[in-house]
């Protein structure tokens, strides 16, 4: 059976047998003054949720960069360890509301975990709609043992591939658009050659109490017209161009790759984007 990938905090999935919640919050704070697990443990949270810790799952990098990710064997040790089988519905959510949530999202993906869903607006959107949520100590869980899945390495871009991206003549040869997820003053600020700027911040919506959450795809598509332009928009919505998602962590820019699921677009994802910034960029 198939699921949505996007579902509201009120949908009854959540409570559904076979349903694993995952709380995926990762907070960027420097330096930091909160913490997601403690978060977590203190709730609220979703009933039966499990703590998915972003930084513990993600492979080392020889250079150091964070937030990579993890290798078949690690992902599928992770996914056993927090009780998730090959056929269970694991449900995203973050406590930002659309953040941390969409990159642990995008990792069940590309190792072909086909039941997943993330829930738009996440915890605080859950608070505000007046969901019944749990306090007090987790729920305990059995592990399982989770089979080593394949990548999907269509749906990676690796450092290789993504130079030569930046050194192409123009953004849009070879039909593949460069698109850069961070903020506009860190793209303005150096961004790999060729690339163009569809910024997380503005393609969410962000509610009153501060939570962010997706755009309704129309009003989305006439935000990425705005931000691109209508040829990059009919390109994107038809297929023929394809869309490789940067950023500066790999968090952004599976925001971008979840917004564009929810037109019905499948895009890829660079994952060592540091790597490819100096500063002369």
């Not at 056929?87 to 930002?96: A, F, L, P, Q, T």
């Not at 931000?227 to 390109?235: P, S, W």
């Not at 023929?240 to 940067?246: D, G, P, R, S, Y």
Request: net charge negative.
């Amino acid at each position: 059976m198939s699921v949505p990938l996007i579902i509201p905090p009120t949908s009854s999935l959540i409570s559904e047998p076979g349903a694993v919640v995952l709380d995926a919050s990762w907070l960027y704070e420097p330096p930091p003054t909160r913490n997601a697990y403690e978060e977590f443990l203190a709730g609220p949270r979703f009933p039966n949720a499990r703590f998915w810790d972003l930084d513990a799952v993600s492979e080392p990098h020889s250079d150091g960069y964070a937030l990579m990710l993890p290798s078949p064997e690690r992902f599928a040790d992770f996914a056993g360890k927090h009780g998730v089988k090959k056929d269970s519905h694991v449900i995203v959510y973050d406590n930002e509301g659309i953040f941390a949530g969409p990159r642990t999202a995008w990792t069940f993906k590309v190792y072909g975990h086909e039941k997943l869903s993330v829930i738009n607006g996440g915890l605080p959107r859950a608070k505000k709609e007046g969901v019944k949520l749990e306090t007090g100590p987790p729920t305990q869980f059995e592990e399982t043992k989770y089979p080593v899945p394949t990548l999907d390495h269509d749906a990676v871009v690796q450092f290789d591939e993504a130079l030569k991206l930046a050194q192409r003549p123009s953004a849009s040869t070879d039909g593949i658009l460069l698109i850069d997820a961070r903020p506009a003053s860190s793209y303005q600020a150096g961004h790999i050659p060729t690339s163009l700027l569809l910024d997380f911040p503005s393609s969410l919506l962000k509610d009153p109490v501060k939570f962010t959450y997706l755009r309704e795809p129309e009003e989305l598509k006439k935000h990425i017209a705005d931000q691109l332009g209508q040829d990059k928009l009919e390109e994107i919505v038809s297929s023929k161009a394809t869309v490789v998602n940067t950023c500066g962590g790999g968090l952004s820019a599976a925001i971008n790759w979840l917004s564009l699921q929810s037109l019905g677009v499948d895009s890829r994802l660079y994952d060592e984007v540091s790597s490819l910034v100096p500063s002369k960029w």
